[in-house]
């Protein structure tokens, strides 16, 4: 089974808001990814978290805090968003963070801010 | 640095046709490939990856690629189109991360 689940599908939040996504695999997979996905366009990497721990952090705004408690959980706090924070999320795992590992992807979270 | 190329927006294809959906890579080493297709509304499904080893990949949903080295390219190819394969194809390569391409959107018409 290769599959990552979202949750929520759908968020729309206002800019003082606080909400987390969450994302959840059940794989054994060791590295965990959050993507960021503007419409028709390819996903930029925002995070990735290896064995637990951030390995990567793509010079995401501190407004975005990724939080990974064990791992088959990986979550995105949202806090003081901007409109043009409106995006596609997509959390991602794969077995590691090899050059050959398959990255398998979530369906999403479709994130509008107010 | 690594980059991708999928020179076509879009491609349309009658259904039942052949089709074929173009990726041309540029790399130091050794390449590792990826395609990537996305629904509408969906997140990215993986369809299929060359590592090493035969220049014909095989993948999900009826679809082959091929990896060509001399023209640097791996294009996706699917024997006879189905209307449900109309949908956005990334290509992708793998450096420290995965480097995508723009995106190539397949219409298959009835």
């Known amino acids: 089974d290769t599959e990552v689940t979202q949750t929520p599908k759908h968020l729309v939040m206002g800019m003082t808001n606080k909400k987390s996504l969450k994302c959840e695999q059940h794989?054994?997979?060791?590295?965990m990814y959050w993507y960021k996905q503007k419409a028709k366009k390819p996903p930029e990497l925002m995070f990735v978290?290896?064995?637990?721990?951030?390995?990567i952090n793509e010079s995401v705004p501190s407004r975005f805090s990724p939080e990974c408690p064990n791992s088959s959980l990986l979550n995105l706090h949202l806090h003081a968003l901007q409109p043009e924070d409106s995006a596609l999320y997509l959390c991602?795992?794969?077995?590691?963070?090899?050059?050959?590992?398959?990255?398998?992807f979530g369906p999403g979270t479709r994130l509008t801010v107010l | 640095a690594q980059s991708v190329a999928q020179p076509e927006d879009q491609v349309n294809v009658a259904e039942g046709n052949p089709l074929t959906v173009k990726c041309t890579y540029s790399?130091?080493?050794?390449?590792?490939l990826f395609w990537y297709v996305q629904y509408p509304n969906r997140g990215l499904q993986f369809l299929l990856k060359?590592?090493?080893?035969d220049n014909l990949v095989k993948g999900s949903y009826g679809f082959e690629a091929e990896f060509n080295k001399s023209q640097t390219s791996f294009h996706l190819k699917k024997p006879s189109a189905l209307v449900s394969d109309s949908a956005l194809y990334f290509c992708?390569?793998?450096?420290?991360?995965?480097?995508w391409g723009a995106g190539t959107k397949l219409i298959i018409k009835p």
């Open positions: 060359y590592i090493t080893g």
């Open positions: 794989m054994g997979h060791r590295a």
């Open positions: 991602a795992s794969s077995q590691g963070e090899r050059i050959t590992d398959t990255q398998y």
């Open positions: 978290y290896s064995y637990e721990k951030l390995s």
């Open positions: 992708a390569v793998r450096d420290n991360q995965l480097i």
């Open positions: 790399v130091s080493g050794n390449p590792y």
